[in-house]
């Protein structure tokens, strides 16, 4: 059985930092493209950042230079270190693995957690 459990959000002030972890079990993590995706109420999920099973990041436009995607193969592991939050980084994040095109049906979500950015 495929989990993904995400760790790490919270409430935070304006220029602060938080560090998200996502623990995957159930797959071969090495071989999965890896992603964080957040959702805010009212709109449409978004990815935020992704690393490919090779290490390739890319990164949204609206958090370049503040946020850092990392995964750790040893650990079955992804973070995402947030710094210089703002209030539109307020969402629940998701983490992804994937390992789309190849095997589209390789799709897996955490539940999600909560990020509030807030003085």
């Known amino acids: 059985q495929v989990q993904l459990v995400e760790s790490g959000g919270g409430l935070v002030q304006p220029g602060g930092s938080l560090r998200l972890s996502c623990a995957a079990s159930?797959?071969?993590?090495?071989?999965?493209?890896m992603g964080w995706y957040r959702q805010a109420p009212g709109k449409q999920r978004e990815l935020v950042a992704a690393?490919?099973?090779?290490?390739?990041?890319n990164y949204a436009d609206s958090v370049k230079g503040r946020f850092t995607i990392s995964r750790d193969n040893a650990k079955n592991t992804m973070y995402l270190q947030m710094d210089s939050l703002k209030p539109e980084d307020t969402a629940v994040y998701y983490c992804?693995?994937?390992?789309?095109?190849?095997?589209?049906?390789?799709?897996?979500w955490g539940q999600g957690t909560q990020v509030t950015v807030s003085s």
């Open positions: 159930g797959i071969i993590f090495s071989f999965y493209h």
């Open positions: 992804n693995a994937n390992r789309r095109p190849l095997i589209p049906t390789r799709d897996y």
């Open positions: 690393i490919g099973s090779g290490g390739t990041t």
